[in-house]
């Protein structure tokens, strides 16, 4: 890795899993911040009347959801060795949060557009045959109907069909395993758990969902970077 100059801004990659996937968001912001802390790495702070140290994550985790690509954008304020910065900040952090790559930023937060997810299910009210029936025949479907929360309008009903992309359902020991792209932009964001609430509503089938985002990707599905 290389070497940044003063005031240059840094994103730090990070995998999210194990006890740490239960965490909010707002609590993962505080434990990446103590960890800036601890660790004394040169972080820019904001001004004004609450100082703290400047982070942004570009795309958050949903509360239950594993993350094998995650990041934090922060910003420097003199030369740091981009090995340093993760060898430090993982003496910090949970075991459930580790640092594996720090980068320069190439794309900005605002240029995520989808994001990637791998879906084990598992439902022990039907077999796992049962179950890749009833998903298969699920996407089948012209319509895909679900009650979603808007910002603007609450709750409505919605059709979450024609945001499914890249899929691929396999067989797996007990249950099964989705690969789904969904929108995951500031324009339209599909949670895969609306698929589970989908499952209940056609079939009744209460699915265990284990949710985790593999990568976000720009509007020509490049990976984020």
Known sequence: MGEVSALKDVRIWFKKDDECRFISHLD???CMLRALHKSRIPIWHTEGFNVHPYATFPLPLSLGFRGEKECMDVRLTEDYSFEDIKNKL???LPTGVRVYDVTEPVL???EITYARFKIRMTCDEITPDELFNNVSELFEK????????????????????????EVKLERNIGGLILYITLPAGSV??????????SLERYYGLDVYFD???TDML???HNSFK
């Open 211 to 213: 949710v985790t985002k």
């Open 142 to 165: 012209e319509q895909i109907l679900v009650e979603k929360k808007t910002k603007k309008k609450g709750v409505k009903e919605v059709d979450i069909k024609p945001h499914f992309e």
């Open 188 to 197: 339209t964001n599909i949670n895969p758990l609306l698929i589970q609430k």
């Open 108 to 110: 900005k937060a605002k």
């Open 90 to 92: 993982n003496d910090c």
């Open 218 to 220: 720009d509007t020509a």
């Open 28 to 30: 993962l912001n505080r």
